[in-house]
């Protein structure tokens, strides 16, 4: 019914000239449009997750700035792997918590959390602890493990990547905040906002089979999140994207929270020791214009707990 | 004798063991590890004699209370708590309710003893020269299971799922999608054709299924030869009016003599029920004096009473059954001829690597990968020991949550028709499941505590460079890399910055995930080989990292 209502709306927005607003997915960019004083990136560290969103959505203008009263919210956490927190293959589960409640106060009416998992789903939302998390906190898991669920849409800039299976609650969403975890990854060297997307879509395996960075980069192009918070306070530093066990952890204590997912993965990169152009779908996506990985010529608050 | 209670119970009673067995097969995740599991699976004879051979354990000793059970009062096992005989009654039911009211529902049958007896001999001698071909395709856990998990369970996920579309469109998610991976399409052949088979059985001839082919039924018919009561007809009350003999399901009681052959009698009590007279039910024997034997000559000024009634009762003259049998049978030789051609057909859809595979990679692959040996479930130990104690039952099939664990073609060989193996094509194995071992009824794939699942080397991962997407196309994937549990499957430096996989054999359990993760195609750039007695792979070792704590952000 949703499905259907959106297509509608779609179509008849094309009618009447309000289908830019409706259909163009760069409308998620325009709703997180800076305002002034407030920075491109904050780096938050040395704190608890909650403790380190709590100051770094603050210094970032309040969730108020993202989520309106009444909102569909999408809160896309990495739920990739049945493995415990503290392996920290998966997201915080503290900070999705907190995330989901910072976006009802702000007066949601619904925030949903979802991921297209590697492992099998039912076991990756349990052990994460994610799927507690969004039940203590009010909000409401979705499946992301049937095709569906997913829609072919369309990637007008992408150059690999022309189209792809979509969730449909990104489609539908007013509000989408992606909550990647940092970690090393063995194929793409890192994991951070780009590739945390990439469980939004059905098929992952296209992707490894076509060349990899671009289709990520490809897909920053299309898809860009009100807001992404980077969750580092445990980083897997080897051995990712699953890891082995908790001796490839190193306990950060940090979060990087920004409108922009390639500096998001920028900062990321250099939080986690690269240079952000040796991850090529970084490098990839810069040069495609899906976003400013430049950090030196960028506002950065930095905050220390 | 009022005995009209017994079909009673014998109804709820089979009624909750088919729902919860069949819910077990459709719907692990449900019920699987509830008591209701335990209760169902626990008086399975066949599994459980196996398991008992395995582990000596007290869970494992429902054969024995099956036996007692039969030494006691027959075979109500058959009609009770055998969920492929619940499924003939209620077939039977159903039959009869679309069909035209008639008076004779059931005729007298001869005992086929040659031929139970002899596939009873040929399941016992196949399995122990090693080979449970027999077993597997007979035994009436192994078909029910194979009916309920190939069969069932996939409408049944799609009713769930569909369910789930219905919710979804009223915007609300829940219950969420279940999987169900498919497995080669030949294997689905014979639970199809041995249902066909055994509702047109049902149909036709009531229970002769269980009188006929299945050996726990000739085995449980012997035993309760001695059992202590015995359904009997006592000359006192019975009036020949022949209801017990058209209502029984298994043609095992004869008017003329009024015998009835309890080595066939499947105890569904409808027999009891249906006898007006109370004549017939259960009674421990008596004393030849107060009842003696019936007269074997009568007097030559008309026939035997019980003769007025043979006819209604179905019972046809000797010399016409004989004449009958002797004649050929053109049906019959185009059955056995079908069943060759199939066969030859079956054999033909054995998946081969590649076949029928569309690449989405830009370089099609071409090193076609060539298995040694098939992957068995971990647990499974030694093929042999494994092949000679699974009887194809697929529960394990069914509550794998991966879909990994798929019904086997020819991978084993003949004699492990239909057992499960390690199919990487439709999923893999989990680091942290070990739940086939816990399921298994027969205890052919051990059950191991987890630690010890997470070093048992099922066998080991093979990197095909020729066929890799970094090689092929020089860009970057690493999906099995990512998949690997354990590293031993990690990415090294290849060239331009790129890294390509690289297997550490000692790190490898055989988990498949690399296998399953590989984009490259028609033919994958990394597949897992069995090995024909599984391993100790070795605990990955992760050294300490060296954390350096920066006081500054680096940017």
């Known amino acids: ?305 | 004798m009022k005995q009209p209670w017994l079909k009673k119970i014998r109804v709820v009673v089979a009624l909750a063991f088919l729902a919860s067995t069949t819910l077990l097969f459709v719907d692990f995740e449900r019920i699987g590890e509830t008591p209701a599991a335990t209760v169902a699976l626990y008086p399975q004879f066949v599994p459980s004699l196996l398991k008992f051979t395995q582990t000596f354990a007290w869970a494992a000793t429902g054969f024995l209370a099956v036996l007692v059970l039969t030494l006691l009062f027959g075979r109500v096992y058959c009609s009770m708590i055998r969920p492929l005989g619940i499924l003939q009654d209620i077939v039977i039911h159903i039959a009869d309710k679309l069909r035209k009211p008639r008076k004779v529902k059931f005729r007298y049958q001869k005992p086929h003893d040659a031929i139970r007896y002899g596939v009873l001999a040929l399941t016992v001698g196949l399995f122990l020269s090693g080979s449970m071909l027999a077993l597997s395709l007979l035994d009436p856990l192994s078909n029910f299971g194979r009916i309920a998990g190939d069969l069932l369970r996939p409408l049944y996920v799609v009713a769930h799922n569909g369910l789930g579309q219905l919710m979804e469109s009223l915007g609300i998610y829940g219950p969420f999608p279940l999987q169900w991976k498919a497995p080669s399409p030949a294997t689905l052949a014979f639970p199809a054709l041995f249902l066909a088979g055994l509702v047109w059985l049902s149909v036709a001839k009531g229970r002769l299924f269980c009188n006929l082919l299945c050996p726990v039924g000739a085995l449980l018919g012997l035993v309760s030869r001695f059992a202590l009561f015995k359904i009997r007809i006592p000359e006192d009350a019975c009036i020949l009016c022949a209801q017990c003999s058209i209502h029984c399901k298994a043609g095992c009681i004869r008017l003329k003599t009024k015998e009835v052959d309890f080595s066939r009698c499947v105890a569904c009590f409808n027999c009891i029920t249906v006898c007006e007279a109370h004549g017939i039910g259960y009674a421990r024997p008596r004393p030849v004096k107060f009842y003696p034997a019936p007269p074997v000559s009568l007097p030559s000024n008309g026939p035997h009473p019980s003769h007025r009634f043979s006819s209604l009762a179905g019972e046809k003259p000797d010399d016409a059954r004989e004449a009958e049998s002797r004649a050929p049978n053109p049906a019959r030789r185009t059955l056995l001829r079908g069943s060759a051609l199939l066969l030859v057909w079956l054999v033909g859809l054995v998946p081969r690597d590649g076949v029928g595979i569309k690449p989405r990679n830009r370089v099609p692959t071409t090193v076609i990968n060539r298995k040694v040996w098939p992957v068995a479930p971990p647990g499974a130990g030694d093929l042999a020991r494994f092949n000679d104690l699974c009887i194809a039952c697929h529960l394990c099939v069914s509550a794998c949550p991966y879909g990994v664990l798929q019904p086997a073609m020819l991978e084993y060989g003949l004699s492990g028709l239909l057992q499960p193996y390690m199919d990487y094509t439709t999923g893999y194995c989990s680091y942290e499941c070990n739940r086939c071992g816990q399921v298994c009824p027969t205890g052919a794939i051990r059950a191991l505590d987890l630690a010890a699942k997470q070093i048992a080397q099922l066998g080991v991962a093979r990197f095909v460079r020729d066929n890799c997407i970094v090689y092929t196309d020089h860009t970057a994937c690493g999906a099995c890399d990512e998949y690997c549990p354990t590293k031993a499957v990690h990415m090294v430096p290849y060239r331009d910055g790129l890294t390509i996989p690289e297997v550490r054999e000692n790190l490898c359990v055989g988990c498949g995930a690399c296998e399953n993760a590989c984009p490259a195609r028609p033919h994958r750039a990394i597949y897992v080989d069995g090995y024909p007695v599984q391993k100790l792979a070795e605990r990955p070792i992760s050294k300490p990292l060296e954390q350096e704590v920066k006081g500054e952000f680096p940017f």
């Open chain 1, 1 to 305: 019914m949703q499905r259907r209502s959106f297509l509608k709306a779609v179509s008849v927005g094309m009618w009447t000239g309000t289908g830019f607003v409706l259909g163009d997915p760069a409308r998620f960019a325009l709703a997180a449009e800076p305002a002034a004083g407030i920075p491109d990136l904050v780096a938050v560290k040395n704190g608890e997750p909650e403790a380190l969103f709590d100051r770094g959505i603050e210094a970032l203008g309040g969730m108020g700035r993202f989520v309106k009263k009444g909102q569909k919210v999408v809160v896309k956490p990495n739920i990739g792997w049945n493995v415990s927190p503290e392996r920290a293959a998966n997201t915080n589960p503290r900070l999705v918590r907190r995330i989901v409640e910072h976006c009802l106060q702000a007066g949601a009416k619904e925030v949903y959390v979802f991921d297209h998992t590697c492992d099998a789903w039912r076991d990756s939302y349990r052990t994460s602890g994610i799927e507690q998390a969004v039940k203590d906190a009010g909000g409401k898991l979705a499946p992301g493990n049937s095709e569906g669920y997913f829609q072919t849409v369309a990637i007008p800039r992408g150059r690999r990547l022309r189209e792809v299976k979509e969730h449909e609650l990104i489609l539908q969403a007013d509000v989408l905040i992606n909550v990647p975890v940092l970690k090393s990854h063995g194929g793409a060297r890192l994991t951070v906002a780009m590739k945390n997307l990439m469980g939004v879509v059905w098929d992952r395996s296209e992707w490894h089979a076509n060349d990899l960075h671009q289709c990520i980069a490809d897909f920053a192009t299309y898809r860009k999140p009100d807001l992404n918070v980077v969750d580092a306070y445990n980083v897997l530093l080897r051995h990712g994207p699953r890891g082995v066990s908790t001796a490839d952890v190193a306990n950060l204590r940090s979060q990087l929270l920004s409108t922009d997912l390639v500096t998001a993965d920028a900062a990321a990169a250099k939080l986690f020791g690269l240079e952000p152009d040796a991850v090529d779908y970084i490098r990839i996506a810069g040069e495609m214009g899906a976003g400013r990985k430049d950090l030196e010529n960028l506002a950065i608050r930095r905050i220390v707990l």
